[in-house]
């Protein structure tokens, strides 16, 4: 079984919806972030979350809000999706050893807003 | 903005040929990572460098970091079909645990 699982893998919504994306992960990291992919771009920091009650806006969190409700879970909200925020959605965690920060990735979600 | 900037975007090689891959920052940083990414999935963590290293082996994998010219280099050494993916590099800033990606390089080998 993945570590790190993402649901829903793909997502067609229209412009003006409320979706949410959510990530979990038996690694028992404490250190969860969203990302997002754009064709031709690395990846953007959206949020990050160093436990439940540490959570952090990143590079471009507009538009955008989280949920960490647990060690294990970390949601991506999506208030009132437009067109460009279409992209492909990344989870990773990390550990909190004060070590460099490895990240592991979740497979990603494919989110269309029309 | 992105941290690391990936040179060449796009390499075609033929298998068994050696790739490389290149990645230049622009600001001090604590550590330098390489991650692999197939096509429409997340990324695999492939190999971790220090700001006091200056090279790294892994199987087929050679980093160089040189950090008076801000830059990393990944050679896979005898390609194989199987390594057609795209390459980020990632850096965490001094004083940062958050890490920034390049925008990849896309490597295809040609069996």
């Known amino acids: 079984d993945a570590d790190v699982t993402q649901t829903p893998r793909n997502r067609i919504t229209k412009t003006g919806k409320r979706i949410m994306l959510e990530c979990s992960q038996t690694?028992?990291?404490?250190?969860m972030y969203w990302y997002r992919q754009d064709p031709g771009l690395g990846l953007r920091l959206i949020y990050y979350?160093?436990?439940?009650?540490?959570?952090n806006k990143g590079e471009i969190s507009d538009g955008y809000s989280v949920s960490r409700q647990a060690q294990a879970k970390f949601s991506l909200s999506l208030e009132s999706a437009i067109p460009n925020q279409t992209a492909l959605y990344f989870c990773?965690?990390?550990?909190?050893?004060?070590?460099?920060?490895?990240?592991?990735f979740g497979p990603g979600t494919r989110l269309t807003v029309l | 903005s992105q941290q690391g900037e990936e040179d060449p975007q796009a390499l075609s090689i033929q298998e068994g040929e050696n790739a490389t891959m290149n990645c230049s920052y622009k600001?001090?940083?604590?550590?330098l990572q390489w991650y692999r990414q197939n096509s429409g999935r997340g990324l695999v963590h492939l190999i971790l460098?220090?700001?006091?290293?200056r090279e790294k082996h892994s199987g087929r994998l050679r980093v160089t970091l040189d950090t008076s010219k801000k830059s990393s280099s990944l050679l896979i050494t005898a390609s194989r079909a199987a390594d057609t993916a795209s390459y980020f590099c990632?850096?965490?800033?001094?004083?940062?645990?958050?890490?920034?990606f390049g925008k990849g390089t896309k490597l295809s080998v040609i069996p």
């Open positions: 990773a965690t990390s550990e909190d050893r004060g070590l460099p920060d490895t990240q592991y």
């Open positions: 690694k028992g990291h404490d250190r």
């Open positions: 979350s160093f436990d439940v009650k540490d959570i």
């Open positions: 600001t001090s940083i604590n550590n």
């Open positions: 460098i220090r700001s006091n290293e």
């Open positions: 990632a850096t965490d800033k001094a004083g940062s645990y958050q890490l920034t």
